[in-house]
Each structure stands twice: as structure tokens, then as C-alpha cells.
């Protein structure tokens, strides 16, 4: 059986020589068709912007990054402080559990325009929208964590005189951890998402923002770039919170 570091070289190449066929078919569609540059430009001509324009770029992904990242971690905190309170009370969970379900009703991206209107065009409605758009997936896979945890672990827990409050901490907290790190995995997709909806709603800075710039200008090629530029970071938070997920699972196992 291979090792885990031979399995991720594995699939470091098989993702490489998957980009690598998605370049090459893009590119021979490009030419075969010659397609104008202003319509679908090519991935050379897109790196060639990416690299010309990497100052611009750059200070755009900035200002999203800083967005993502405070939305995950507000986001998580949140969700997971929700998840505790309602596992915590049961007259809580009758009470909020159906109205969260029910704020899912609302499309999110309905509110982006009221939370420029709140917030104003800066971080903040950015945040708040990441926030709001993995709050509920962050909240709910805790909490459905821990509500599912093995009968014989809290059996055994009340027969050493258990609290409530010890087993929510000691054995339902632990054995949630992977359904949290699975909400974590969520977050870390769609938290993007909404930080860029956000921006093209209403900002003045940020990877959508220059999108939607790129775009009014016509120049393809550079909102191409800052959307590759936005999928490798996307990427890399998924992998990053992967390893963080896998580190919560096999700490459940060892406290199991």
C-alpha cells in the first residue's frame, strides 16, 4: 500500500497533468477556431497579462484574501458557538433549529446588496457575506456531529457520573470533530464565493471588483487572469483546511 506522502505526490501529478490537458485543449480551441482575444483569449496571452499585470493582481488578491480569510474564521467561530448552544438546550434547539433552516429559503446572494447598503463598500460587507454563506454549513455539520455521537460512548460517560456538561466537552465535542472538519471543508469553497459577490455587488477594490473592471474595458485577458488567480487560492485554502480536517479527524480517533 503506498505511503501517504507517495499518495499526495500522486495526486500532486495527476492534478498537474490534468491542468496541463485542460491548458493545452483550451489553447488548440483557441487557434483552431481563432476565436478573437476579446471574446476567449488564450492561456498564453492570459499568462502573459497575468504576468505583466502581477502588481495589479496582486494588490486586488490581497484585499479578497484578507476578506476570505476573516469570513472562515468568523464564520467558524460562529457556526461553531451555535452549534455548542444548541446541543447545550433543548428548548433552544426547538426554537432556533427551524429558523435557521429556514433562512436557507433566502437566497444569500439576495442580500448582498443590502449589506453594501449597511456595511458601506469596504471590508466589512465583504466579510459579512463570506460569513453568512458558510455559517449554516459550518453550524449545522457540528451540529449534526454532535448529535449523532455513539450511544456507548455517553452510556459509558454516564456511568462514571458524567455532567451534561462534560459529555458535550469530553465525548460529544471530540467525536464531532470530524463532521466539523467537514463543514470546515465546505466553508473553505464557498466562503470565496461570497466574498466575491460581495465585491461585485459594490467595492473598489478586490479580485471581483477587477473583474467586473476588466470586463466593462474589454480586456478578457486580464479578468481571465484574476479569475485563475482566484481558483489557485480557492485551491490552496480547500487543501490547507483538508489538512486541518484530517488533523481533527485522527485527533477524534485518538481520543475515541
Same mark, same amino acid.
Given at each position: ?21 485542460? *491548458?493545452? /485543449?483550451?489553447? #488548440? ?10 471574446? =476567449?483569449?488564450? !492561456? @498564453?496571452? &492570459? ?30 467561530? *460562529?457556526? /461553531?458557538?451555535? #452549534? ?10 426547538? =426554537?432556533?433549529? !427551524? @429558523?435557521? &433552516? ?155
Amino acid at each position: 500500500m503506498p505511503s501517504p506522502r507517495e499518495q499526495a505526490s500522486r495526486r500532486l501529478r495527476d492534478g498537474v497533468a490534468a491542468a496541463a490537458v485542460a *491548458l493545452a /485543449g483550451w489553447q #488548440a480551441v483557441v487557434w483552431l477556431t481563432e476565436v478573437p482575444p476579446y471574446i =476567449l483569449p488564450g !492561456p @498564453v496571452r &492570459v499568462a502573459t497579462t497575468l504576468l505583466a499585470q502581477y502588481q495589479l493582481i496582486a494588490h486586488h488578491a490581497a484585499v479578497t484574501v484578507a476578506e476570505v480569510l476573516l469570513g472562515i474564521a468568523l464564520g467558524t467561530l *460562529l457556526g /461553531g458557538l451555535t #452549534a455548542l448552544i444548541l446541543m447545550m438546550s433543548r428548548m433552544a434547539l426547538r =426554537l432556533v433549529l !427551524p @429558523v435557521l &433552516v429556514f433562512s436557507q429559503a433566502v437566497p444569500v446572494f439576495a442580500l448582498a446588496p443590502l449589506l453594501t447598503l449597511w456595511l458601506g463598500y469596504g471590508l466589512g460587507s465583504k466579510v459579512a457575506m463570506a460569513v453568512l454563506i458558510i455559517y449554516f454549513p459550518v453550524a449545522s455539520s457540528f451540529l449534526d456531529g454532535l448529535r449523532h455521537t455513539e450511544p456507548g460512548l455517553l452510556e459509558m460517560g454516564r456511568s462514571f457520573g458524567a455532567t451534561k456538561r462534560q459529555l458535550l466537552l469530553r465525548i460529544r465535542v471530540p467525536a464531532a470533530l470530524p463532521s466539523f472538519g467537514s463543514g470546515l471543508r465546505l466553508a473553505a469553497v464557498y466562503a470565496p464565493i461570497g466574498a466575491v459577490i460581495g465585491e461585485w455587488v459594490g467595492a473598489s477594490q478586490g479580485l471581483g471588483y477587477l473583474m467586473l473592471l476588466a470586463n466593462g474595458r474589454a480586456k478578457i485577458d486580464l479578468m481571465f487572469a484574476a479569475l485563475i488567480v482566484l481558483a489557485v487560492f480557492t485551491l490552496i485554502l480547500h487543501k490547507a483546511v483538508g489538512i486541518l480536517a484530517d488533523r481533527l479527524t485522527r485527533r477524534a480517533k485518538g481520543l475515541a
